[in-house]
């Protein structure tokens, strides 16, 4: 897909710069895939603005998964993977959230297939989602304590 | 969550508790039912039964450790989820697999969507009412199963495919057996059809019923079958070819109306075709050749090998011990499974275990759709709707 160099030709890139220039925080280009890191406040109208433009036209959500980086702050990444069937292109976005204010607009509004995939974060990372119509946990019962797969929790669980 | 929030209240409705052991929930899946008579108000899906922290797991195993595990996501398509986890860290690794090894791979995992998808007409027409298909579903399936023991040593958890190839050569004459699949099969699945689609009760419990629209099947991320069925011709193999899979000549099975009798004929037509890539595989395959890339330090070395070169042993010992450390990095590879898209997402921070391993299983988010499918209807489409979407509570729940 997008090697470095031709980051500033990609038609996605582009689209974003003239919508929010402030919002792209950083680009990364991997193994032919493109990362958008943006600023976390800007999560939701960003996603909004990518489904509703309809030339890149990302109407599907593939998947929404967290990484903890502790101790590193902002020790969470969210990783939204769009996928636009019309063009054949995907993209992975990506926001930065502290451990002190684990706090991000839910995009269940954008996708409604958001949902559990936020719920599992929630359940298993513990970041909210502001907005979320039903931020229950979805895999643990619901008296359990903390988030296992965050980093400081142990792989035998608390005993 | 063990209650419900009813959306009409007590005095007019009652809740209906269906599983988690209900037979028809293919494993242990609880649905929360809100009636009014034998319609449904509401539905509440509740999951978790299963939940064994696979992703937790990954994190403490190595790369080539953590193979065993995606076995046990969903337990009817080992090998595709294999493959998904492979080529994930392939990417990782920026890893090019031979040719030979990619054509196996295709033939097998083909195998096993026909496997996959003969459990799921088994199971789903049992649920139905048609208790014979079930049997001649498992009898083909026995067939299929035969193969996986021939090649891997296992009939369900394989682990066959592994980083760079394949873990060992085929046995001599293996193909005999695949080929007396290609030639009998066609027949057998000509039987179900003939036992259920021209069948007026399964088209009476099928046609209609469960309804997805295209629009809300997009929005709720369902994939596969399930996806195609409501008329979207999304399927990872087309969209994204990974292991050469544009090397092969297959069409997308597609059909508008959205209810469970589209599914079913989509799943139907699917095994034709996996067939016929099978056939295709069989003549690519070249006879002799590699079946791992040359990758010292990341591809165990051969046996013979290691006897006579100090490199080869070290490699071998460095491998079993500390495994390989692939640069830092993200990937996600999607992968069209029996289910749908299957996604494995690893982040890398340059040790020898992932440090994170997620996988996007397509029954998790497939299963979002049944509050829309059941909604307003009668509770006997209920177990045709959970039923339609080809749901593994293995890998839902991980």
Same mark, same amino acid.
């Not at chain 1, 946990?137 to 005993?159: A, I």
């Given at each position: 897909m997008t090697d470095t160099p031709d980051l500033e030709q990609n038609p996605i890139i582009a689209k974003i710069r003239d919508w929010r220039p402030e919002a792209i925080a950083e680009l990364i280009a991997f193994r032919g895939e493109l990362t958008i890191v943006i600023y976390r406040e800007h999560i939701r109208p960003l996603c909004e603005f990518l489904r509703a433009d309809s030339f890149l036209a990302f109407t599907y959500l593939s998947d929404v998964t967290a990484v903890d980086r502790y101790p590193i702050e902002p020790r969470f990444e969210l990783n939204y993977h769009l996928l636009s069937m019309s063009r054949r292109d995907r993209v992975r976005l990506r926001a930065r959230v502290p451990g002190d204010d684990p706090v991000v607009e839910s995009v269940v509004s954008v996708w409604p297939t958001a949902n559990w995939h936020e719920r599992e974060i929630f359940d298993l990372m513990g970041i909210r989602f502001d907005g $979320?119509?039903? +931020? $229950? %946990?979805? +895999? +643990?019962?619901?008296?359990? *304590?903390? $988030?296992? +797969? %965050?980093?400081?929790?142990?792989? *035998?669980?608390? %005993? | 969550m063990t209650t419900i929030q009813t959306a009409v209240g007590p005095e007019k409705t009652m809740v209906l508790n269906m599983g988690p052991q209900h037979p028809s929930t293919h494993g242990v899946l609880r649905v929360l039912l809100e009636l009014d008579g034998e319609n449904i108000i509401k539905a509440d899906v509740d999951i978790g039964y299963l939940h064994t922290g696979i992703e937790k797991t990954a994190e403490a195993l190595t790369y080539s450790q953590a193979i065993t595990i995606t076995d046990r996501m969903d337990y009817l398509a080992p090998l595709s989820n294999n493959l998904a986890y492979c080529l994930a860290v392939e990417k990782l690794l920026g890893l090019e697999v031979p040719k030979r090894a990619q054509y196996i791979r295709v033939l097998l995992t083909e195998l096993t969507r026909i496997g996959s998808h003969l459990v799921w007409l088994g199971t789903h027409a049992i649920d139905l009412g048609a208790m014979s298909v079930f049997l001649y579903c498992f009898r083909e399936r026995e067939e299929l199963l035969k193969i996986f023991e021939l090649v891997s040593g296992q009939r369900m958890m394989t682990s066959y495919f592994r980083i760079g190839g394949l873990s060992v050569e085929p046995p001599v004459g293996w193909t005999d057996h695949v080929e007396k699949i290609v030639r009998t099969f066609p027949s057998r699945f000509d039987e179900y059809e003939e036992l259920l689609t021209k069948n007026r009760i399964w088209m009476g419990r099928t046609q209609g019923v469960g309804i997805l629209k295209a629009e809300d099947a997009i929005a709720l991320g369902v994939s596969g079958p399930s996806l195609r069925g409501s008329g979207v011709d999304y399927d990872v193999r087309k969209y994204f070819p990974y292991s050469s899979y544009d090397e092969f000549d297959f069409k997308v099975q597609v059909r508008t109306e959205g209810d469970c009798f589209a599914r079913y004929m989509c799943r139907v037509g699917e095994m034709r075709e996996s067939l016929n890539i099978v056939k295709q595989a069989l003549t690519k395959i070249p006879p002799e050749g590699p079946i791992k890339a040359d990758a010292p330090g990341i591809v165990p070395p051969q046996r013979e090998k290691m006897k006579t070169e100090m490199e080869a042993l070290i490699y071998h010992f460095k491998i079993f011990t500390e495994g390989f450390a692939p640069p830092p990095g993200e990937v996600y590879q999607r992968i069209e499974s029996p289910r749908g898209e299957l996604g494995c997402f690893i982040a890398s921070d340059g040790s020898p275990k992932p440090y994170r391993m997620r996988m996007r299983t397509p029954s998790f988010v497939n299963l979002q759709a049944l509050q829309k499918m059941v909604e307003g209807h009668l509770v006997a489409d209920a177990i045709a709707s959970i039923g339609t979407l080809d749901i593994v509570l293995g890998e839902i729940d991980r």
């Open positions: $979320h119509p039903n +931020l $229950h %946990r979805m +895999l +643990l019962p619901d008296d359990w *304590e903390g $988030h296992p +797969l %965050r980093k400081d929790y142990p792989v *035998e669980g608390f %005993r | -």
